[in-house]
Structure formats: structure tokens, C-alpha cells
């Protein structure tokens, strides 16, 4: 099956600057590649996917790249802000599945 | 639309015992998922369901059991609790070929002592 590896497991940042979160995933069949964050306590809420058809996709400050040829994805966070902090995961999955494998989570901290 | 409910919110249970994490869905999704969230370990899938009267299991299905009569509604049944299922439970809905979104609802956290 699918396997999601997702780094670093913490990321320690100052207020306004980037973040970047890299994941690879294992199976070149998979074609749909979401990113979730969850606030402490919260349920993990989608904010930004990309499809195998696009290699970057932009909302804001936050954008998501994508290389099939090596299997990675990352999140990027420009002009980190406190409410930024969270968990981040991201996961993968392919047409015909819809059911994602996630990786194991950034925990994000942005200090003011 | 509730979107996404569970119930019970918070539970704690006796080794051994069991009980039925409740999940249900007013969007009409025709998947729905179980994933449990432990520290440092990501979401992992328990089970799925394609469709009302079909399930399949995921990653760690042992202690687990599902079923799904309805569309609307996806149970999560412990068996004999254990205090290595001590964890949060999220279900999750979602629509094929419209979107891939997976709406999670609010969580269990269940502890097993």
C-alpha cells in the first residue's frame, strides 16, 4: 500500500518568516495530494490540494508544489503568523480509492 | 447541515469492556472513515466504507468492527477494550468525484485504563 513520509516532525519559526513541510509518498499511481491542519484540539481541516496534473498550486500565503518524477509534496507558509501554529499533515491517495494515507504530522510553531 | 457528528465526546473505559463510537452524516457522502490519532503517529485508518452495506479494513483494523446499514450513519464497535486503543477517534465523510475532501467530525477521546 501507500506509505506517507512527512518532515520534520517540528518546525520552530520566528512571526513572518517561511515554513516548509516536505512529504514522499510511495506509490506512483497516487494522483490527489491534500494538506490538513489541525488546531489543538480541533478536527483537521483541508487548506490547500493538489492533483498529479499540476505542479503548484498557490491560495494566499500558503502553496503547495509537487514533483511525480521523485515523489515529494511540500507546503509552503510565507509571513508565518501566531495563528499559523497547528499541526499540519499531509497525505495521498488515488483516483478510484479517495481514501488518503496520511503522513504522521508537523507540529508548527510560530513564535511572535 | 451538523456536517459530521460522533458521540460520545470523551469516554473512559475498564480493560475489557466494550462500546459503539457513533459517527453520522447529514451530506448525503457516500464514504465514510474511521482513523484513530495517537501522538507522533499521523491518522491512521481503521476502517471504510464505500457504501451502505459495504466495509473494508484499513491499516489497523484488530479490535475493531463496522458496519454500515444507512448512508447516514458508520458505528465503531470495541470489542474487549484494551489500553493500546487508548486514543482519539475521528470519523470522516466524503464525496467521490465530486471532491476528495475528507470532512472530519470533532473526535472521541477514549481512554482505556
Known amino acids: 500500500g501507500e506509505n506517507v513520509e512527512q518532515h520534520p516532525s517540528t518546525l520552530s519559526v520566528q512571526e513572518g518568516d517561511s515554513a516548509v513541510i516536505k512529504c514522499t509518498y510511495s506509490?506512483?499511481?497516487?494522483?490527489?495530494f491534500p494538506w490538513y491542519k489541525q488546531e489543538l484540539g480541533k478536527r483537521p481541516q483541508l487548506i490547500i490540494d493538489?492533483?498529479?496534473?499540476?505542479g503548484e498550486k498557490k491560495d494566499q500565503r500558503i502553496a503547495v508544489t509537487l514533483n511525480k518524477t521523485a515523489k515529494h509534496f511540500s507546503l509552503h507558509i510565507t509571513e508565518t503568523q501566531p495563528e499559523d501554529s497547528a499541526v499540519y499533515f499531509c497525505?495521498?491517495?488515488?483516483?478510484?480509492?479517495?481514501?488518503?494515507?496520511f503522513g504522521r504530522g508537523t507540529s508548527l510553531i510560530v513564535h511572535p | 447541515n451538523a456536517g459530521v457528528t460522533q458521540t460520545p465526546k470523551f469516554q473512559v473505559l475498564k480493560t475489557g469492556q466494550s462500546m459503539t463510537l457513533q459517527c453520522a452524516q447529514d451530506?448525503?457522502?457516500?464514504?465514510m472513515s474511521w482513523y484513530r490519532q495517537d501522538p507522533g503517529m499521523g491518522l491512521r485508518l481503521i476502517h471504510y466504507?464505500?457504501?451502505?452495506?459495504?466495509?473494508d479494513q484499513g491499516e489497523v483494523p484488530n479490535g475493531y468492527n463496522v458496519s454500515r446499514s444507512t448512508t447516514e450513519d458508520f458505528p465503531l464497535r470495541l470489542l474487549s477494550a484494551a489500553p493500546s486503543q487508548t486514543s482519539v477517534y475521528f470519523c470522516?465523510?466524503?464525496?467521490?468525484?465530486?471532491?476528495?475532501?475528507?470532512?472530519f467530525g470533532p473526535g472521541t477521546r477514549l481512554t482505556v485504563t
Open positions: 470522516a465523510s466524503s464525496v467521490p468525484g465530486r471532491s476528495y475532501e475528507q470532512y
Open positions: 497525505a495521498a491517495s488515488k483516483g478510484g480509492s479517495y481514501i488518503p494515507t
Open positions: 451530506m448525503n457522502h457516500e464514504y
Open positions: 466504507s464505500v457504501g451502505a452495506g459495504i466495509t
Open positions: 506509490d506512483s499511481a497516487s494522483n490527489y
Open positions: 493538489i492533483r498529479s496534473n499540476v
